[in-house]
């Protein structure tokens, strides 16, 4: 039976770049409301042009890509406009503004899509640095933060919007393993308070993710796996098992193409 309500639903889509280098091809995902999904995959898998799909930077060539149940290539720009109010993004890079404080990068959004008054707005963003053990950092600029830091000033500034989703797109690579675990935790939290998806795309698998996230493996624009955490890390999945343990060896091959 299909899930009901899905946030997102991709429906047989296909995708491709001018050079046909890089794409998706016939490829069907349903993500419900509430739900955590980890995107994984190589280089050239196809990770990234799902998040430029569900933004619709890009339009299927093929397929039907649906947001709340409506059929997203057949938006306006206002609708464009309104639907991608509702998804938070923290990219790889985070994004923040370099000559604003870390509390005006959280508030620049809310400042444009919020009709909150600028007191309320400021003790609202406070209380969440502090929860995140930033708030002696409320007024320092970007760059004299730590990577971790960076990521939790660009998810804030992404949930405080109160999306349907937030995508993060290889955020969570190359970070402290106990900062990132404390994060997750504190992250959780906040989207399964406030029922919000989570899409997030990587290289490496996060063990401290909960069970019920949904493992996507991505190879040359198609999914070689899908299933929850358990079945992710025991599955006898050559694909999986490759990409687990044995890089080199299996059906996956790298940029040489050996």
């Not at 069907?28 to 999904?37: A, E, F, N, Q, R």
């Not at 933004?55 to 639907?83: H, T, V, W």
């Amino acid at each position: 039976m299909a899930e009901e309500n899905p946030i997102i639903r991709f429906e047989h889509v296909t995708y491709y770049s001018r050079d046909e280098k890089y794409g998706v091809y016939d490829f069907s995902l349903t993500i419900s409301p509430g739900s955590l999904v980890m995107v994984l995959g190589p280089e050239g898998s196809g990770k990234s042009l799902l998040l430029s799909l569900i933004l619709a930077k890009a339009l299927p060539k093929k397929g039907k890509l649906y947001f709340r149940g409506q059929d997203i290539s057949l938006f306006n720009e206002r609708q464009l406009e309104i639907m991608r109010s509702q998804i938070g993004v923290v990219s790889h890079n985070y994004g923040l503004i370099n000559n604003l404080s870390v509390l005006d990068n959280i508030a620049l959004p809310l400042r444009y899509h919020a009709r909150t008054a600028e007191h309320e707005l400021t003790e609202k963003i406070m209380r969440y640095l502090s929860k995140f053990a930033m708030e002696e950092k409320a007024q320092v600029r970007p760059q004299v933060l730590s990577e971790s830091e960076k990521l939790r000033v660009a998810f804030l500034r992404a949930l405080l919007l109160e999306p349907a989703i937030i995508l993060m797109e290889e955020a969570l690579e190359g970070k402290c393993p106990l900062a990132t675990s404390k994060f997750m935790e504190l992250a959780l939290e906040e989207l399964n308070r406030h029922s919000i998806t989570l899409l997030a795309t990587g290289y490496h698998p996060l063990p401290m993710l909960p069970e019920n996230t949904k493992f996507l493996l991505m190879y040359e624009g198609r999914p070689v796996f899908l299933g929850n955490k358990h079945e992710f890390f025991e599955s006898p999945n050559p694909y999986v098992v490759q990409y687990l343990k044995n890089p080199l060896h299996g059906p996956m091959k790298s940029f040489f193409k050996t």
